[in-house]
């Protein structure tokens, strides 16, 4: 009698772990998905995003491997944490954390982000700078902090002629 009770209980997990596993898996959007999904381009964010969250809220979490640098349209030097924190809508990215830009010598933090037709408007507390959308159609590559520009040596490791 109890090897048929050990023979029927492993036939049953036998069976509820083939259901299991039959199921699909689901796929999480990346974060560069979601952000097309809130009518943001993907390039708003550089590469290396390692894993976000999203609450239906729109409150949401982006976890870079590192602190990131880069330069965007205009020559502005843009910081982002390796922790990034807002809430986002359609079209209106708000209390942002974690993404500055530098003016002049000085860092101010990036509050806000709003789609506004083929622009993007950047809010500096209450000031702001629009950009074509376009210009973020691709995720921009972190730097190490150092302007490759002025070095011996670029960014990508190749010798280059400093004049």
Avoid: H
């Avoid at 949401?60 to 880069?70: G, I, R």
Wanted: glycine letters at 8%.
């Amino acid at each position: 009698m109890a090897k048929l009770t050990m023979i029927l209980i492993v036939i049953v997990f036998l069976c509820l772990s083939s259901t299991i596993s039959a199921r699909p898996i689901y796929n999480k959007p990346t974060a560069y998905e979601m952000l097309e999904k809130f009518n943001f381009p993907k390039g708003i964010l550089p590469t290396g995003v390692e894993s976000y969250k999203l609450s239906p809220s729109g409150e949401f979490e982006v976890f870079l491997k590192s602190d990131c640098e880069f330069r965007v349209d205009g020559g502005y030097l843009l910081k982002y944490k390796n922790r990034i924190s807002g809430k986002v809508e359609f079209g209106s990215i708000q209390s942002l954390d974690g993404v500055s830009v530098k003016v002049f010598f000085m860092w101010f933090g990036v509050n806000e982000v709003i789609r506004n037709n083929a622009d993007l408007n950047f809010f500096v507390g209450p000031l702001s700078a629009s950009f074509s959308a376009s210009s973020f159609e691709e995720s921009p590559q972190c730097s190490s902090g150092f302007d490759c520009n002025l070095q011996s040596t670029g960014c990508n490791g190749d010798v280059i002629e400093v004049i």
